[in-house]
T-cell receptor, first 112, second 117 residues
Framework: SQKIEQNSEALNIQEGKTATLTCNYTNYSPAYLQWYRQDPGRGPVFLLLIRENEKEKRKERLKVTFDTTLKQSLFHITASQPADSATYLCALAGDSNYQLIWGAGTKLIIKP | GAVVSQHPSRVICKSGTSVKIECRSLDFQATTMFWYRQFPKQSLMLMATSNEGSKATYEQGVEKDKFLINHASLTLSTLTVTSAHPEDSSFYIC?????????????FGPGTRLTVL
């Protein structure tokens, strides 16, 4: 069965450093992968999408890589700020139209 | 970006009662909306796909008679939890893709916290 893994343990990063989050998947070849931010008690907010033929995507302080050989995506936040503290979810395109398969998310804590 | 709203944001109800949750796309038309459920520290679980003008498509294991979905217009989908029980307590989130036929970007509502006593 398709499986997505994100580090379940919270990631603590010092302000100003680069935070790197990992999303691994198995038994699967998604056409694209997305990253979302979710704050407590709120719905996810779309951040970035990267397609299977793209190695890297950037948006301001965010960078996403997609390695289809390793079946892994890395999500980087450079010059991290306390306001970046949230849970970050990865989601992969499913087999059918519209379907997204979600990871459980990694909680990121940026300490001042 | 596109905005999706949900109402109510929080609801507490007694066991056995029914609760209706609304999902609206505020500045775009959504022929399809998705309903998710999220338990603490778990991933979003797709419950059903709501289609304007036709029946909803439910995921395996989701009771369609318990979770009634009505997509009455291009901007409104409702989820009714019928005969709610404490195990139905969860965070319910809807989403809508602004571009028809694509999940390239999904816009999520703020979620509804349901607590069944």
């Amino acid at each position: 069965s398709q499986k997505i893994e994100q580090n379940s343990e919270a990631l603590n990063i010092q302000e100003g450093k680069t935070a790197t989050l990992t999303c691994n998947y198995t038994n699967y070849s998604p056409a694209y992968l997305q990253w979302y931010r979710q704050d407590p008690g709120r719905g996810p907010v779309f951040l970035l999408l990267i397609r299977e033929n793209e190695k890297e995507k950037r948006k301001e302080r965010l960078k996403v890589t997609f390695d289809t050989t390793l079946k892994q995506s890395l999500f980087h936040i450079t010059a991290s700020q306390p306001a970046d503290s949230a849970t970050y979810l990865c989601a992969l395109a499913g087999d059918s139209n519209y379907q997204l398969i979600w990871g459980a998310g990694t909680k990121l804590i940026i300490k001042p | 970006g596109a905005v999706v709203s949900q109402h109510p944001s929080r609801v507490i109800c007694k066991s056995g009662t029914s609760v209706k949750i609304e999902c609206r796309s505020l500045d775009f038309q959504a022929t399809t909306m998705f309903w998710y459920r999220q338990f603490p520290k778990q991933s979003l679980m797709l419950m059903a796909t709501s289609n304007e003008g036709s029946k909803a498509t439910y995921e395996q294991g989701v009771e369609k008679d318990k979770f009634l979905i009505n997509h009455a217009s291009l901007t409104l989908s409702t989820l009714t939890v019928t005969s709610a029980h404490p195990e139905d307590s969860s965070f319910y989130i809807c989403s809508a893709p602004p571009v028809r036929g694509s999940t390239d970007t999904q816009y999520f509502g703020p979620g509804t916290r349901l607590t069944v006593l």
